[in-house]
Protein backbone atom coordinates (compact mmCIF):
# COMPACT_ATOMS: atom_id res chain seq x y z
CA UNK A 1 0.00 0.00 0.00
CA UNK A 2 1.62 3.33 -0.58
CA UNK A 3 0.92 6.24 1.76
CA UNK A 4 2.23 9.89 1.14
CA UNK A 5 3.13 11.83 4.60
CA UNK A 6 3.26 15.61 4.80
CA UNK A 7 5.64 17.66 7.03
CA UNK A 8 6.73 21.11 7.63
CA UNK A 9 3.43 23.63 8.09
CA UNK A 10 3.40 25.68 10.48
CA UNK A 11 3.00 29.79 11.68
CA UNK A 12 5.00 31.75 9.85
CA UNK A 13 4.31 35.88 9.39
CA UNK A 14 3.72 37.43 6.15
CA UNK A 15 6.67 37.89 4.00
CA UNK A 16 8.04 34.51 6.00
CA UNK A 17 9.06 31.18 4.35
CA UNK A 18 8.36 27.86 4.97
CA UNK A 19 9.18 24.42 3.20
CA UNK A 20 6.57 21.83 3.09
CA UNK A 21 7.79 17.85 2.44
CA UNK A 22 6.14 15.15 1.10
CA UNK A 23 7.38 11.47 1.32
CA UNK A 24 5.51 8.65 -0.60
CA UNK A 25 6.01 4.95 1.51
CA UNK A 26 5.38 1.60 0.43
CA UNK A 27 6.88 -0.34 -2.43
CA UNK A 28 7.15 2.25 -5.36
CA UNK A 29 8.83 1.85 -8.50
CA UNK A 30 8.34 5.19 -10.00
CA UNK A 31 5.50 7.74 -9.47
CA UNK A 32 4.70 9.99 -12.97
CA UNK A 33 3.31 12.72 -11.49
CA UNK A 34 3.67 15.00 -7.90
CA UNK A 35 1.54 17.95 -6.92
CA UNK A 36 0.31 19.96 -4.16
CA UNK A 37 -2.88 21.30 -3.28
CA UNK A 38 -4.53 23.46 -1.06
CA UNK A 39 -8.46 23.57 0.55
CA UNK A 40 -9.03 26.74 2.59
CA UNK A 41 -12.44 27.24 4.75
CA UNK A 42 -15.19 27.55 2.19
CA UNK A 43 -13.05 27.00 -0.73
CA UNK A 44 -12.95 24.21 -2.94
CA UNK A 45 -9.15 22.23 -3.20
CA UNK A 46 -7.01 23.90 -6.01
CA UNK A 47 -4.11 22.71 -7.81
CA UNK A 48 -0.60 24.47 -6.22
CA UNK A 49 1.83 23.30 -8.26
CA UNK A 50 3.08 19.55 -9.94
CA UNK A 51 5.96 18.42 -11.10
CA UNK A 52 6.50 15.68 -13.56
CA UNK A 53 8.90 12.69 -13.40
CA UNK A 54 10.65 14.19 -15.81
CA UNK A 55 10.63 17.93 -13.56
CA UNK A 56 8.43 19.71 -15.81
CA UNK A 57 6.54 22.23 -13.57
CA UNK A 58 3.38 23.43 -13.43
CA UNK A 59 2.15 26.75 -11.26
CA UNK A 60 -1.18 28.48 -9.90
CA UNK A 61 -1.35 32.07 -10.91
CA UNK A 62 -1.39 33.03 -7.31
CA UNK A 63 1.95 31.12 -6.24
CA UNK A 64 3.93 31.85 -9.60
CA UNK A 65 7.28 33.36 -8.62
CA UNK A 66 6.61 32.78 -4.87
CA UNK A 67 6.58 29.11 -4.40
CA UNK A 68 9.35 26.26 -5.81
CA UNK A 69 8.62 22.45 -6.15
CA UNK A 70 10.99 20.19 -6.26
CA UNK A 71 11.34 16.58 -6.11
CA UNK A 72 13.81 13.44 -5.20
CA UNK A 73 12.74 10.26 -7.33
CA UNK A 74 15.59 8.24 -5.37
CA UNK A 75 13.75 9.13 -2.64
CA UNK A 76 10.04 9.56 -3.24
CA UNK A 77 9.83 12.68 -2.19
CA UNK A 78 8.11 16.04 -3.39
CA UNK A 79 8.74 20.16 -1.76
CA UNK A 80 7.70 22.93 -1.78
CA UNK A 81 9.51 25.83 -1.00
CA UNK A 82 7.21 28.78 -0.06
CA UNK A 83 8.19 32.04 -0.27
CA UNK A 84 7.13 35.81 0.16
CA UNK A 85 4.12 33.72 1.97
CA UNK A 86 0.57 36.18 2.20
CA UNK A 87 -2.62 35.88 4.47
CA UNK A 88 -3.96 34.52 1.83
CA UNK A 89 -1.65 31.54 1.27
CA UNK A 90 -3.31 30.32 5.06
CA UNK A 91 -4.55 26.72 3.87
CA UNK A 92 -4.32 23.05 4.57
CA UNK A 93 -1.50 22.11 1.72
CA UNK A 94 -2.52 18.35 0.67
CA UNK A 95 0.55 16.29 -1.83
CA UNK A 96 -1.08 13.90 -4.32
CA UNK A 97 0.48 11.63 -6.61
CA UNK A 98 -0.57 9.81 -9.65
CA UNK A 99 0.81 7.19 -11.88
CA UNK A 100 2.28 4.94 -8.86
CA UNK A 101 3.80 2.01 -9.89
CA UNK A 102 3.78 -0.25 -7.15
CA UNK A 103 5.12 -3.76 -6.34
CA UNK A 104 1.91 -5.90 -7.44
CA UNK A 105 2.25 -4.23 -10.73
CA UNK A 106 -0.69 -1.69 -10.65
CA UNK A 107 -1.18 1.73 -11.77
CA UNK A 108 -2.51 4.17 -8.73
CA UNK A 109 -4.32 7.72 -9.16
CA UNK A 110 -4.93 9.76 -6.69
CA UNK A 111 -3.40 9.03 -3.87
CA UNK A 112 -3.18 11.90 -1.14
CA UNK A 113 -1.87 12.65 2.05
CA UNK A 114 -3.38 13.49 5.00
CA UNK A 115 -2.93 17.41 4.48
CA UNK A 116 -0.40 20.27 6.82
CA UNK A 117 -2.11 23.47 8.00
CA UNK A 118 0.04 26.50 6.89
CA UNK A 119 -1.14 29.57 9.02
CA UNK A 120 0.24 33.24 7.53
CA UNK A 121 -0.40 35.93 10.27
CA UNK A 122 1.13 38.53 12.39
Known amino acids: QVQLVESGGGLVQPGGSLRLSCVAS????????MGWYRQAPGKQRELVAS???????NYADSVKGRFTISRDNAENTVYLQMNSLKPEDTSVYYC????????????????WGQGTQVTVSS
Open 26 to 33: GSIFSINV
Open 51 to 57: ITNGGTT
Open 96 to 111: KADGVRNSVLQYLNNV
